[in-house]
């Protein structure tokens, strides 16, 4: 690492979303020089893509750099233009270097680290980085936007939600809406609210969606403390008292499970309670008869606050089908329903992740499986050196993730930590990706998402790093059941700094993850 006689390690972080900001900021508090390379002309990632009256899933409070908390008071569920305002704050408080319209077209790998081509405003140039974090996102490029048979002989408008630019759009229209993910059921709502709109729902297989609140409580109050994540299953169980539970007591794992599922249930069939017959048979179609668990992926969604209210007044009409064609007045579906509407938004999601930029063999190790790339600790790549991963951790406590997965990945850089052999890191690696194909439905960047599995996540990383994961304690009742908040690591870094240097260098546990 840089004393005062060497000049301080080189990161380009490649993205300026929130994953490479917060990264950086943890980069630069660890003494790194970083810049961070932007290829659009403004910082935010997926943020600066999203469409009109989109708003972030989680509360405020868990959606901040844990030191540096939001500088104005954002909705609990704060909007894309608040979280884009607060992305500028953070970049003017932690001083970070960000070369917008700089976009990395190429890294050549060297004994020391790597060259980055990279083309701007005054031409391409090439510098030289001892490490380079990648953070260009798993959501900003790459809409699958499918090509349908007859879709060119019809004569309305298709599109995916990236293109709606305005919500006014869908007034007076009718609009069919494909896919269930997140963006898919925030156009069928948005567009359900507009004067004189009908929305035709189209989708091969209902998801779960959660709650705004459930049990009378807001859903952060059930899913984000220790309680709510040590009962959820997952790949890995740091602690004793979880091993235990989820071995000598699966049974009553399930069984908590199917009450929730049950809990979930019943909360969409109450939009339609007074509305007769045909308002359940709606809600019955978007009510999913898989597993909730198998559902809590990336791709889940907190219910849009009006999309199950439409589907039992028949403003959003579900079709649960797959588009077989286009005709020139619309679809056909594979049930044989035809469907005449005026625009149709193809909100089928994104593409795997792809690495344009670097050497053609290693992108072969990160691009070749269908569920997106695969990780040790979702951070580092066994046989790639000087390379990291900061946002390929995605989950319910996002930032918090990024930045104790960026002080791991710094631990390493620094010398501080070693890591396993790579034979064990790839052993890790085949079982993650086991246990996700088994319990987690499919999506192009499965292997990417920590999700509501979050806690167990971050209590590995920091037992790797030396630090307690309990950041409630002594305070048993809170760290049990109090929610857990970004602000809650804010003392990780300094945690980690204060830890004994002449201590033998850290390595990380065999747990499988």
């Known amino acids: 690492m840089a004393n005062n006689n060497t000049p301080a390690p080189r990161v380009a972080v490649i993205g300026s979303g929130i994953s490479g900001i917060t990264s950086a900021a943890m980069l630069q508090k660890n003494g790194f020089e970083v810049v961070i390379f932007e290829k659009s002309d403004q910082i935010g990632g997926v943020w600066a893509l999203a469409y009109p009256n989109i708003r972030l899933q989680n509360i405020a409070d868990h959606y901040h750099i844990s030191d540096f908390p939001w500088p104005f008071q954002p909705d609990l569920h704060p909007t894309g233009a608040q979280i884009m305002q607060y992305l500028q704050a953070a970049v003017q408080h932690f001083g970070l270097d960000v070369r917008l319209q700089h976009h990395v077209t190429a890294l050549a790998e060297q004994s020391d680290g790597w060259l980055a081509g990279i083309s701007g405003p005054d031409g391409f140039r090439e510098a030289h980085f001892d490490f380079v974090m ?42 069919a809406v494909v896919g269930f993910g997140k963006s898919a059921v925030d156009m069928a709502d948005f567009a359900a609210q507009q004067e004189g709109a009908q929305v035709y729902h189209v989708f091969r297989t209902p998801r779960w969606m959660i709650p705004r609140r459930i049990l009378g409580l807001h859903f952060t109050n059930i899913l984000f403390n220790r309680f709510g994540s040590v009962m959820m299953p997952a790949w890995s169980h740091p602690s004793v008292t979880e091993r235990l539970i989820h071995t000598k007591s699966a049974g009553f794992i399930r069984t908590f499970w199917k009450k929730i599922e049950g809990v979930f249930r019943g909360h969409v069939l109450k939009a339609g309670a007074r509305l007769g017959a045909d308002a359940r048979k709606r809600l019955e179609m978007v009510i999913p008869q898989h597993p909730l668990v198998a559902d809590l992926r990336s791709a889940s969604c907190l219910e849009p606050e009006n999309y199950y209210k439409f589907v039992a007044e028949g403003r959003i009409e579900p079709f649960q089908s797959e588009v077989a064609a286009f005709h020139p007045g619309g679809l056909r579906l594979k049930n044989g329903t035809a469907l005449d509407c005026d625009m149709v938004i193809l909100s089928l999601g994104s593409q795997t992740p792809v690495f344009p930029f670097l050497p053609a063999g290693y992108r072969g190790m990160l691009e070749s499986e269908p569920d997106g790339i695969q990780l040790y600790r979702h951070l580092v790549h066994p046989r790639i050196p000087r390379l990291g991963f900061a946002g390929y951790n995605h989950c319910f406590m996002h930032v918090p993730a990024v930045e104790v997965g960026t002080l791991w990945i710094s631990a390493l850089w620094k010398g501080e930590l070693e890591l396993p052999p790579v034979d064990v890191m790839e052993q890790s690696i085949v079982y993650l990706q086991a246990w996700k194909r088994e319990h987690i439905h499919f999506e192009p960047s499965r292997s990417c998402g920590v999700n509501t599995r979050f806690q167990q996540y971050l209590d590995i990383l920091l037992k790797d790093l030396g630090i307690s994961p309990y950041r409630k304690l002594p305070n048993v009742a809170a760290e049990v059941f109090a929610r857990y908040r970004a602000a809650d690591y804010a003392g990780v870094f300094r945690e980690y700094q204060r830890r004994d240097k002449s201590r033998k260098i850290l390595r990380p546990s065999r747990v499988l993850n």
């Open 134 to 175: 990648i953070s260009n996102g798993h959501y900003s490029d790459g809409k699958n936007n499918v090509q349908f048979p007859d879709q060119d002989g019809y004569q309305g408008k298709v599109m995916t939600e990236r293109d709606v630019r305005s919500l006014d759009e869908f007034k007076g229209k009718r609009i």
